[in-house]
């Protein structure tokens, strides 16, 4: 059975920083883009950021362009979203999400939720 | 960056047709823009329904289709069931980077 299961969220004061991971199984994670999606408490989803499978392509939101890194470590089948100089409105669950095909959003994770709070 | 627009809320009773929407601030929603349609219940993660206008996913119910419909992207549901109630939300490709819309919350009654 194919998962995607988010974790590294929690608490963080505002500055502070944190890294978020998307550990996936049950399909072949190299050959799949990746992107990382976010939604605020009782809001809308926020696209922040794809990556390709061998990493050769990247693409952030503007919203996070220079504070939010994507990355992946295809050797274990793990995304990575680090989370810098974070602000109380980047409080969210923060979602993976795995192309296949031409689709690029074909299954989610069940998300993770990052609390930027004083 | 380019805005999404959805209805913020539509009403459908079980058994009915209701057409939600995806316009753009740039102007016409095309295929080029390869829309999405994601359904999301409470508590859950999204659930992708639709992709490239008019694409289905093996669980999307047969029900539900995408379209272009007068310059806006389209998600129409048939025979609406009280298991549709839910946020739907499409999404948008420019370039490469992708937009949201803000969702429809839509209420089967």
């Known amino acids: 059975e194919e998962q995607l299961v988010e974790s590294g969220g929690g608490l963080v004061q505002p500055g502070g920083s944190l890294r978020l991971s998307c550990t996936a199984s049950g399909f072949t994670f190299s050959s799949q883009n990746m992107n990382w999606v976010r939604q605020a408490p009782g809001k809308g989803l926020e696209w922040l950021s794809f990556?390709?499978?061998?990493?050769?392509?990247?693409v952030y939101a503007d919203s996070v362009k220079g504070r939010f890194t994507i990355s992946r470590d295809n050797a274990k089948n793990s995304l990575y979203l680090q989370l810098n100089s974070l602000r109380d409105e980047d409080t969210a669950v923060y979602y993976c999400a795995r192309g296949e095909g031409s689709s690029w959003f074909y299954h989610w994770g069940q998300g993770t939720l990052v609390t930027v709070s004083s | 960056q380019a805005v999404v627009t959805q209805e913020p809320s539509l009403t459908v009773s079980p058994g009915g047709t209701v057409t939600l929407t995806c316009g753009s601030s740039t102007g016409a929603v095309t295929s080029s823009h390869y829309p999405y349609w994601l359904q999301q219940k409470p508590g859950q993660a999204p659930r992708t329904l639709i992709y490239?206008?008019?694409n289905k996913h093996s669980w999307t119910p047969a029900r539900f289709s995408g379209s272009l419909l007068g310059g806006k992207a389209a998600l129409t549901l048939s025979g609406a069931q009280p298991e549709d109630e839910a946020d739907y939300y499409c999404?948008?490709?420019?370039?490469?980077?992708?937009?949201f819309g803000g969702g429809t919350k839509l209420t089967v009654l």
């Open positions: 490239d206008t008019s």
């Open positions: 990556i390709s499978g061998s990493s050769d392509v990247i």
């Open positions: 999404l948008l490709s420019y370039s490469g980077a992708v937009v």
